[in-house]
């Protein structure tokens, strides 16, 4: 825990887009840490005048950042832990978070939760991070989580790539192939020529970025085209090689039935994998400089 408040230290930082006091921002969340101590239906009201609810957490990590930020900025308590917005008050018997989101993570210290009538509100320890069934009616301090009015990086909707790449907004990025295209390649050659105009074989994330891309196929080369996923051990796991995840699997297993693939390219009906020795045109994908 001690390291890991150490690295947050230097990760958040309050910022502009969230309301002032304690405050953390990730992930478009601003949790405020209120050193006021109050029991847990006055924390709630004092969340929803800030717009916000007591947090609601759903997930190992986020847990760990309430926790490890709470031995900062709750050091002067008297009290050793804190609510967050997990309370049996709503839905009798069940426990639920106070802003109505999915109960779908859990960090019970031993023997919790205590089924004690009363005991009806989640606290987290500011000792190890785990929870307990505490009664609503002690004063704590608590966290508030409000919505961060950050926009979203929002890329220009034109923007001029130099000859022979086309701009798309919704990824920021340039695909094309540098002038003069060499046509067919094989897939090591074609990720080599696409690094020397400072690109990589495409990538493709999602159904609207896989849509885009087939326009090239579409109208233009009317086949199968290299883009940047392959694999090490023989089709087992994909990477691409601009360094993006293998996150959208949009994959032609009808029409490509190739043993022991390890190069990937689109098509018509969807991304098959191939051998690597073959030449075929290739699309390539940059950053587009704003
Ligand atoms: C905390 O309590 C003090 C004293 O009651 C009050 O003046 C202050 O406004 C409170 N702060 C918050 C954030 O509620
Ligand atoms: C509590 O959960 C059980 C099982 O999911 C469900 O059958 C019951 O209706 C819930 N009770 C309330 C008050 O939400
Ligand atoms: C909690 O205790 C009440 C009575 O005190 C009992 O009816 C209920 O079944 C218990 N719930 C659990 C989950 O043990
Ligand atoms: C885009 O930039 C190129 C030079 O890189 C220029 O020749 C061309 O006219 C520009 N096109 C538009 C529509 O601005
Ligand atoms: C790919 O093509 C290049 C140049 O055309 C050639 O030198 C290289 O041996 C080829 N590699 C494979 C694996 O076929």
Redesign the pocket.
Known sequence: MLVFTFLLLFLFQANASCPSGNVVEWNSNCYIFQTNVTEFASAEISCKLMAGNLVSVHDAFTNALLAGEAINYFQQSTENDFWIGGTLLMHAGNWSWIDNSIFDFIDWNKGEPQNISGNGCISVSTVNGAWSSQDCFKAKPYICNVASTTPPPTNPSYLNCSLGWTYFQPTGSCYGVEMPNPGK??W??AEEYCEKSGAHLTSIHSWEEYSFIETFDAFAWNGHFWIGMFSNDGGKTWMYTDGTPYDYEHRDDEHCKMPNPRCAACGQFGICTFE??EDRLFLCKKKAHF
């Open positions: 390649l094989n090591t050659a690597c020795t």
